[in-house]
Structures are given as C-alpha cells and as structure tokens.
C-alpha cells in the first residue's frame, strides 16, 4: 500500500508547506470550476478543502493506482454538494484525470453536482442528501473491525449538516460499539445554506454532545495543515471510543469577499470576482 | 388443507445455511431479531448480527457501509419501518450507489392485521419498484423464499425481498426454479389470466379453481419479480387470453397491478382488473379478515375474472 504522494514522510514543516501550497492551488482550481460551470458550492468548497488536502496528501492509506484495494482507508465526503473540493483535491491527489474538471456538471460528465461513486474513482458512496456518510461509515467501520482489518474510516459532515437525525442515531451506534477506526471529522464554519447554524437551530454544546454519546472529541483550526496533522496523528484519541475531530472554519475561506458570507453556499462568481478571488490566492501562495 | 408455511422460517434457514457457508453474510436489524426470526443467525454467528436498535436509516446506511467493507450485508426489518422510514438511504445508499445490499420486508401487505395502517405495508412495491437499479421481488412459498434468499445472495447488486408472516402452502413442486424476472405459470388457461404474487398466490390458484368449475379457464401467473417485470409473460398472456386480473396485499396505486398494466397498455392492451386495498388506509381487523373485506379472495378474484370476460358486471366501473 502506497499513500497518494511521497510527501507523507517528509519532515513536517516541509509536509506542511507543501499542503498549504495544495490546498492554494487546490482552491484556485476550484474556483475556476464552479465558475466555468455556472454551479456549484464555493463556500463550503473553500472551508472543507484544507481538511481534504491535509487528508489526501498526510493521512489517508490510499493508492490512486488502486482505488478499490479492499484494505484502503476509507474516506466519507458526507458533505455531498462540496463535491467541487472533492472531485478538485480527487483529481490533484492522481484518482481522476485533472481534464474530467473540465467538465463539471456538464452533461454525461462523470463528475455530477453530487458525487457518484459508480462513476468516479475514490468516491465510496454517494452523497447528496445530507446525514448519510455517517451511518455509512460506522458501517464501514463495523465491517473493518469484523474482519479484523486495520484500515481506517474518516467521514466529514457539515455542521448543519447535524441538525439531521440519522447522524445522531448513528453516533449512538459508534459510541455503543467503541469503534475507535471510525473518525468523524465536523466542518465547523457556522453557517447552512440560508443562516447561521446558531440562528436556525444551534448546535452547541456541540463537544459535549459528542462527549456524551461515548466519543473521543478533540478540535482544531480546520485550515492550519500542522495543527490536522498533529490531530490526526493522534489517532485513536482514546483506545475504545469513535473519534471526533471538530476542525474550526471558515466558509469562503481564502477569499476575503466570500469568506463567513452565508450568501456564498452557492452563489458562482462573476467573471470579475473570479479574477479578485484568484488574484488574493496567488499574492497568498506567492 | 394442506400445510401452512410462515415464509420467514424459509428465510431464517437460508439466511444461517449462508452465513455458515459465507463468512461475509452479515445481518443488519432494527431490533428486530425476533419478528424476523433470525434468532438462530445470531446464536450461531453474534459478530455478524448487526442489531443497530430501533435506526432504520442508520440500519440501511450501515448495511451499506458493511457492503463497501467487502460483507453481504442482509437487512431484515419490518417493511413498513424499512421502506418507509429509510426509503432515501434506500435510493441513495443503496440502489444509487449500487451497494451489494440485500434488503428483506418482514411482514410486508397487512400481516399486522389489527396492528393498524400504520404497520401495514402495502405501498412498498410502489416506492421500491419506482427506483432505479433495484430488484423487487416477493415468494410466494417456502421453496421459492429460499431460492430468492441465495440468488440474491449470490447475485452482486441491490435487492428488495417482501416477505410476509402470513401462513401460505406451497404452491410450487419441489423441481421448481426461481428466476429473477421470471413469472412462473402455475396453471396454464386460455380464457383469462390470473397474475398474483407474494400470499396471494394461493388465492389466484383457488380462484383458478372456482373458475374452472363453471367452465372457465383461467392461467395462473406468480409474477414473483416485480422489477423486471416479466413483460413476454404478461403480452402472451394478453395475447393468447381474453384478459387479465391482478391481485396483490397492496394499494391498487403503483404495485403490481400498475407494473402489469404499464406492460399490458403499451404493448398488447387488453381488458384488465387491478385488486388490492382500493386507495384507503385498512380498517381494523386480522390480516384475513382483511383480506376478505378487500375481495381479497379467491371468490373475489374469480368475480373480477368474469367481469373480465363480460359474464358478470359490466366493465370499467372500478378505480
């Protein structure tokens, strides 16, 4: 089993400059997508990407070359309409050719508003409706843990995205079983689709809510690539308990129009915010 | 009066003859170990028996999780809760995302009986036949429960069994093989054809009975698949008889009767009659009563086969 880069074993701070070069050029390509698109999630897109860069190019067992090897880590995109950070960081990381962003959305492209797991590679099921990829992955984790395989599940959700109810009847299920293989990741950038999650229905004590259904919690500034790193090194945060890693963040990240702006979820920018957006992200990684 | 079966014995055999034999049969429950007997599954195998409490979508996303982690998951719950509740885990997780999942309704049409139309099942064929990349099928026997439990075992892909808790006899001979997407002819006729699946296929035969004793022959099709449906069965039989009555333990809306319609009106329109519960939520009474109070009967069936025919009320005036 190789890991989809070499950068894994690299000494951390270059590891850590290499992702946060990544996670610029992984959003600059975004970008461009929904905007050639004329659809899609940017703000969501933007606050989840440093977790998938981090994910796909430091943590995850996965082999590009080999996306269906029964012992791969398993990641869950349960956030389903930030497929553009998906499908971008998919194809940066060697799953799907970079030509296939091309076409996003476009008609008979493999690469649908919500990722199809029949028809792209690394995709391990599909999302769209939100409160999904976790049952699934406790799934996933049950059936690594009964076969005794080492492989690892790690989910992200939104953080509206846990106002669903099967989430939490499948946090009861994880905490009941101590699967600690399983490791939720909660894209915490306070906004949904319409508002703010503390003004629609909040979440908090949200730690404490994981702490009491038997989780290990931990959080993190969910764009610094040393402090995931560091995280996700730890795992299992306790021997015997699902882990969940609560990544601080912002929608819109890395665009300082678009960033914390609820009106961002889907909103595609115009021929002239594209080049404002593109410009900040180059003098950042420049 | 021959023996009577409880298909989800068939079920509950099969399933452990499986697990013994496949290390990767798993089965997924919403506390239902008892109402769907697989008790012995888990004396046998505890590790593979998945009781995810009373969760259905977490019970149909976790089966699909299991799947992705190389097991044959079986889900075995009530169907009202199993469809009705997880029915987007079942399009998305599932059928969508062409998970090897087995999905198994226990106690499917109105096996509760005075349970109430909240636990009666009877609009399951319509929602599972209406998604994509799902196999749909309900035995009618022991023999042919079994059959369908190992071809969907053995088969790679999504699949939804009714089964219901209803004592049936078997109605097929020990040499009989299921095929999915196969109607099995279980008495040949040239007059009308009788299409039922799932308990109401004793009913079609004993009508077929009735029938032939005033002097009308009636074919008897179990359309066990309900998706595919078989469509060369069902134009032969409107080609080569005079019309075709279907009777199913659901609503008249969107089950068999409408799959069969929509084969017969496109390519060999004939005179037709779909029963079933007519479009209302089921008094209270036992499953049988209720049967009886839907003309679910084998009398019942018979009448619609001769209005079929033109010998008894005139046509055309049901919903």
């Known amino acids: 089993m190789t890991t989809t880069t070499t950068q894994r074993d690299a000494p951390r701070p270059e590891l850590v400059a290499r992702l946060r070069q990544l996670a610029n050029e992984v959003r600059q390509r975004d970008l461009k997508m929904v905007h050639a698109a004329g659809a899609g999630h940017i703000g969501g897109d933007l606050s989840a990407i440093d977790v998938l860069v981090t994910l796909y190019f430091g943590v995850l067992q996965v082999d590009p070359a080999r996306p269906d090897d029964p012992c791969r880590d398993r990641f869950v995109m349960s956030k389903g309409h930030c497929s553009g950070a998906l499908y971008t960081t998919l194809a940066f990381a060697g799953f799907i050719p970079r030509g296939w962003l091309d076409r996003y959305m476009a008609p008979l492209s493999p690469l649908n508003g919500h990722p199809d797991r029949t028809k792209v590679p690394g995709v391990e099921t599909n999302t769209g409706p939100l409160g999904h990829g976790l049952p699934f992955a406790v799934g996933t984790a049950i059936g690594a843990k009964l076969s005794g395989a080492s492989w690892r599940t790690f989910v992200l959700t939104g953080d509206g995205e846990l106002q669903e109810g099967s989430n939490w009847e499948a946090a009861m299920n994880a905490g009941h079983r101590g699967l600690d293989n399983l490791t939720l990741i909660i894209d915490r950038n306070r906004l949904q689709q319409g508002d703010a999650v503390a003004n629609t229905v909040d979440l908090e004590p949200l730690a404490d809510k994981w702490r009491a259904f038997g989780w290990a919690v931990r959080e993190v500034d969910g764009h610094d690539h040393e402090a995931l790193l560091e995280a996700f090194g730890q795992l299992p945060f306790e021997a015997g308990r699902p882990n969940c890693l609560i990544v601080h963040t912002h929608k819109g990240k890395g665009v300082s129009f678009m960033q914390d702006q609820a009106g961002w979820h889907h909103r595609v920018p115009t021929d002239e915010e594209l080049e404002r957006a593109l410009a900040e992200l180059q003098e950042v990684a420049s | ?319």
């Open chain 2, 1 to 319: 009066m021959s023996a009577l079966f409880d298909c989800r014995d068939a079920f509950a055999q099969t399933l452990e003859s499986l697990g013994a034999d496949d290390e990767r049969v798993v089965v997924v429950v919403n506390d239902s170990v008892g109402s769907s007997k697989v008790g012995g599954f888990k004396k046998r195998f505890p590790d593979r028996l998945v009781n995810v409490g009373i969760a259905e979508q977490t019970m149909v996303g976790v089966a699909a999780g299991l799947a992705n982690a190389g097991m044959v998951p079986f889900v075995a719950a009530a169907s009202c809760f199993l469809t009705g509740r997880a029915l987007e885990q079942i399009k998305a997780d599932v059928a969508y995302a062409d998970a090897n999942v087995k999905l198994v309704g226990i106690s499917s049409g109105m096996a509760y009986g005075a349970l109430g139309a909240t636990h009666h099942s009877i609009e399951d064929f319509a929602w599972t036949r209406a998604i994509a990349n799902l196999t749909v099928v309900a035995p009618a026997d022991p023999l042919e429960t079994e059959q369908a439990v190992r071809i969907a075992h053995a088969t790679r892909g999504p699949f939804f069994l009714r089964l219901s808790r209803m004592g049936v006899p078997a109605v097929h001979a020990a040499d009989y093989r299921f095929e999915v997407g196969k109607a099995a002819v279980l008495r040949q006729g040239s007059d009308v054809t009788l299409v039922a699946n799932g308990v109401m296929v004793t009913r079609a035969l004993a009508a077929a009975e009735l029938l032939a004793g005033t002097g009308i022959d009636a074919r008897v099709l179990n359309m066990a698949t309900v998706r595919p449906i078989d469509r060369d069965a069902l134009i032969a039989a409107a080609q080569e008889t005079r019309g075709i009555v279907t009777a199913e333990e659901h609503t008249v809306y969107g089950g068999l009767g409408s799959a069969v319609a929509e084969v017969v009106c496109q390519h060999a329109p004939t005179r037709m009659r779909i029963l079933g519960v007519p479009g209302v939520f089921a008094p209270t009474g036992e499953t049988a009563w209720l049967l009886e109070h839907f003309g679910l009967t084998a009398e019942g069936i018979a009448e619609a086969a001769r209005e079929v025919l033109g010998a008894g009320a005139p046509a055309g005036g049901r919903p």
